[in-house]
């Protein structure tokens, strides 16, 4: 069975996506008790750690930055999930992300359209939308639509951030964030690797949760975007991968927010899991009114 497609990534991700995981693993990911973070300008923190390598630093700085100055983009996402045992074997999906940076949090939607797996196409849509606070799954061969609620009203929640969530999306991510996860280096250029790209081989360290779940994590940086544009996964357990594609960027496309939402067609089956009462005494939680 193919895992669910997050982004990170990414989700990404980065997402887009780091690897398979379902909606109930990036909830329970995060740290809901955690503050927010600080505000920080869209400057690279050059003062904090190092790869080892002026290159790697640069190339990091580089994608921090320009990922902090997105304010939206459209791509087209291909994911692929390939099996190694007992032959290599590759299910594809196909669709389009839409991303947008909002307060306090951003807002994503991904739309497959295609599945391909043993030769065949499933045009069955599956959509995963999340608005700032839920992430809802809609998948049109099932006819069946889960909600989850990920942040609570006012609630600042990454679910993309680097080992906080399984699938961060790779845009705006610090250089001191990825370097606390992983050991990275800088590999040439191959045959079949995406043109006009920078290859950063990623070694999860063994202490992180990262490193629990993957051997390494390859981006492929475009050299003219400064965005990954490829982000490959090989799992622990079994030595599978997980492959995302990410084409056709448009770093000019601010989507509405008009566009971050789903219609559930009528005779689906619905699910709700709102998150559980803030603790008592928690004034961090803002509350009052519907938590919709």
Known sequence: MMPVANPLLSCLAALLTIGPATACEVRSGLDLNAAP??????TP???ELSSGDPTVDAILDRLEVKGKAIKGLSCKLIYSYVTVEPVEDRQVKEGTL???????NSKFLIHFNKLIAGGVVDRHAERFLFDGRWLTELNE????VIRRQIARKGERKDPFELGKGPFPLPFGQKRAEILKQFTVTLRPFELGDPLHSTHLHCVPKSHTA???KYTRVEIYVDKRLDLPIRIVSERVSDGNRIEVDFKAIDTNDAPA???FQI??????DRTEEPLPPPPAGDRSVKTGGEDR
Request: hydrophobic fraction near 30%; avoid cysteine.
């Open 263 to 268: 219609v559930v067609p009528p005779g689906y």
């Open 37 to 42: 973070p600080p505000t920080t300008a869209a």
């Open 98 to 104: 839409l991303f947008a940076r909002a307060e306090p």
């Open 210 to 212: 990262l490193g629990r």
């Open 257 to 259: 927010g008009s566009r």
């Open 141 to 144: 061969k099932s006819k069946t």
């Open 45 to 47: 923190s050059t003062a």
